[in-house]
T-cell receptor, first 114, second 110 residues
Framework: NAGVTQTPKFQVLKTGQSMTLQCAQDMNHNSMYWYRQDPGMGLRLIYY???????DKGEVPNGYNVSRLNKREFSLRLESAAPSQTSVYFC?????????????FGSGTRLTVV | EDQVTQSPEALRLQEGESSSLNCSYT??????LFWYRQDPGKGPEFLFTLYSAGEEKEKERLKATLTKKESFLHITAPKPEDSATYLC???????????FGKGTRLHILP
C-alpha cells in the first residue's frame, strides 16, 4: 500500500548543480503530476503526464524537465539549480482525468538551493 | 477564469470551539469538489469529494457541505490533532486538471 513514493525526502544543492527527483506510483494510475509548494503561493503545477508517453507544461515549467519513464515512474530534473527553486516538491497521480478521489500525493521532497 | 479561493488564510481555535472554513469557486459545470488535509512535512491527503449542491459528507469531527458557489468544512468540537492545513480543489473544465486553493491553516489550542 505504498501509493506514491518520492525520493529523496531532503536535498541541498549548490547553485548550478543538477539533480533528478524520482517518483513512482503503484496504483496503476494513468496520470502523474509534479507540483511545487511555497509559502503563500499554494500548490503550483510544474509538469504533468496525462498518460504514458506524453508530458505537458503546467503553470511554472521554466528551469525543469520531466520524463515519464513508464506507467509507474515520472521524474523531474533540474538542469542548473537556482535559489528560486528552493521549495517543497510533490508528485501526484490520478486515474484518467481527476478521478473520484482527485490526486494521490507523495510525501514530498524538500529542496534547498544555496 | 477558473478559480478557487479559501478563507480565512489561518484560524486559531480553542479545543472544543466549533467553526467553519470556506471555499468559494468560479468554474462552470462543477464536476466535483475535493477537500484535502495536509500535515506539516507531508503531502495532501484526501478527505471528501462532493458532487452536487446540497450534498454533505462527514468524517469524525469534520463535515463538508456544498452549494452552487461555495463549500464549507465544518469542524465540530475540534481537538489539537485536527490542526493542519485544509485544501479545497475543483477540476477545471478547461483542461481537466485540478485547481487548488491556497488552503486554510487551522491551529487548535489545547
Amino acid at each position: 500500500n505504498a501509493g506514491v513514493t518520492q525520493t529523496p525526502k531532503f536535498q541541498v544543492l549548490k547553485t548550478g548543480q543538477s539533480m533528478t527527483l524520482q517518483c513512482a506510483q503503484d496504483m496503476n494510475h494513468n496520470s502523474m503530476y509534479w507540483y511545487r509548494q511555497d509559502p503563500g503561493m499554494g500548490l503550483r503545477l510544474i509538469y504533468y503526464s496525462a498518460s504514458e508517453g506524453t508530458t505537458d507544461k503546467g503553470e511554472v515549467p521554466n528551469g525543469y524537465n520531466v520524463s515519464r519513464l513508464n506507467k509507474r515512474e515520472f521524474s523531474l530534473r533540474l538542469e542548473s539549480a537556482a535559489p528560486s527553486q528552493t521549495s517543497v516538491y510533490f508528485c501526484a497521480s490520478s486515474e484518467v482525468g481527476t478521478g473520484e478521489f482527485g490526486y494521490t500525493f507523495g510525501s514530498g521532497t524538500r529542496l534547498t538551493v544555496v | 477564469e477558473d478559480q478557487v479561493t479559501q478563507s480565512p488564510e489561518a484560524l486559531r481555535l480553542q479545543e472544543g470551539e466549533s467553526s467553519s472554513l470556506n471555499c468559494s469557486y468560479t468554474v462552470s459545470g462543477l464536476r466535483g469538489l475535493f477537500w484535502y488535509r495536509q500535515d506539516p512535512g507531508k503531502g495532501p491527503e484526501f478527505l471528501f469529494t462532493l458532487y452536487s449542491a446540497g450534498e454533505e459528507k462527514e468524517k469524525e469531527r469534520l463535515k463538508a457541505t456544498l452549494t452552487k458557489k461555495e463549500s464549507f468544512l465544518h469542524i465540530t468540537a475540534p481537538k489539537p490533532e485536527d490542526s493542519a492545513t485544509y485544501l479545497c480543489a475543483v477540476p477545471s473544465n478547461r483542461d481537466d486538471k485540478i485547481i487548488f486553493g491556497k488552503g486554510t491553516r487551522l491551529h487548535i489550542l489545547p
